[in-house]
């Protein structure tokens, strides 16, 4: 399943790894991709082994804010 997270915060490269590295160590995601110009993470996952809150939590604990 796919799914796109409008991130508000992300501004850098640095930015991009630890939204993605977050996701990524969450069991269920299989990959995430960063788009600083539009504010968004694309994020691919089961949906059997992963929420949509997780991942937004995930973030969240990097210190940005996820959009609804």
């Known amino acids: 399943m796919e799914k796109t997270l409008m991130v508000q915060g992300m501004s850098c490269g ?3 790894a630890s ?3 977050a ?3 969450l069991d ?3 990959a ?3 788009n600083l110009e539009s ?3 694309e994020i691919t996952y089961d949906e059997a ?3 949509l809150k997780n991942m937004k939590e995930a973030i969240e604990e990097q210190g940005y ?3 609804a």
Do not use: Q, T, Y
């Open 49 to 51: 082994k992963v929420s």
């Open 39 to 41: 504010s968004n993470v």
């Open 19 to 21: 939204v993605e590295g």
């Open 65 to 67: 804010d996820v959009e």
């Open 28 to 30: 269920g995601v299989s």
């Open 14 to 16: 640095h930015c991009k």
């Open 32 to 34: 995430a991709e960063v």
């Open 23 to 25: 996701l990524k160590k």
